[in-house]
């Protein structure tokens, strides 16, 4: 099975582009293998100056970064493996003296350790553009940041999209938690996993990834990637993913 790094960084490249294409605020621009991505959320992965290579084009890649600094408040500089002085002293120039490493795990659909419970509660449901202010506000409480941070992230027809879906799960049919799957390449991402705190403990966050990974394999995924903190990378690798590479992001302190 190709799970290579380069495959699935080029999925997940791929999914955060159509995001900033499709998102009421987003804008994308490209020089060479570097990139501006911008959705306009007050978080600094989601604006960001990236390189697609894992040999970053500087040049390129300040250029993109003087185009998403000028548009966002909140962002990121970010390149696949382990930062050289260079892109260190380029993100100090634009002002991102903070770094911080972004695991990014992969996993062979076939290689899936999904739970035996098939009745599993809370129930987890896709869930439409008409539910986006719904979504925004779900994800606002479980990620436990101030309201507005997410701003018309996923607003407009992004929930819609033929590549994306959403999902809320719910109990006693309220809503406690999030996730999202972007499709592309014959893989699927998975972000926006996130529990309620009052929900927590119980599992949930498994529940919403084996949903979202579920759908992508009968959609035809043949692997599955994300990006994950240090806290939740045991969950995921005791689902079968694996570390395949790990990604420096600066930003601001």
């Known amino acids: 099975m190709n799970i290579t790094a380069d495959r699935m960084a080029t999925a997940y490249f791929d999914a955060f582009e159509a995001l900033c294409r499709v998102t009421p605020k987003g804008g994308y621009a490209e ?22 290579s894992t040999e970053p084009d500087l040049g390129s890649l300040d250029e993109m970064a003087t185009e998403v600094g000028r548009q966002a408040a909140h962002w990121s500089i970010m390149v696949r493996g382990e930062a050289g002085d260079e892109v260190a002293d380029l993100a100090a120039r634009h002002g991102l003296l903070a770094r911080s490493d972004l695991p990014f795990l992969a996993c062979a659909t076939d290689d899936i350790a999904f739970s035996g419970g098939s009745t599993q509660h809370p129930s987890v449901r896709q869930v439409g553009a008409a539910e986006s202010d719904l979504y925004t506000e779900i994800l606002t409480r479980s990620f436990e940041v101030p309201d507005g941070l997410f701003g018309s992230l996923m607003g407009g027809a992004v929930l819609d999209a033929d590549s994306i879906t959403g999902y809320l799960a ?7 938690g999030t996730g999202l799957g972007m499709r592309n390449s014959g893989m699927v991402g998975v972000f926006n996993i996130a529990v309620l705190p009052s929900a927590r403990g119980r599992g949930l966050g498994r529940l919403i990834t084996e949903t979202v990974l579920r759908d992508g394999i009968a959609a035809g995924a043949d692997a599955a990637y994300l990006h994950t903190s240090a806290m939740g990378q045991p969950l995921y690798e005791s689902m079968g993913f694996t570390l395949v590479e790990t990604w420096t992001m600066f930003h601001a302190r």
């Not at 020089?31 to 697609?52: C, E, F, H, K, S």
Request: proline content about 3%; overall charge neutral.
């Open 31 to 52: 020089r060479g293998t570097a990139r501006a991505g911008v959705t306009q959320a007050g978080v600094a992965t989601l604006n960001a100056a990236y390189d697609r």
């Open 170 to 176: 719910e109990e006693s049919g309220q809503p406690v």
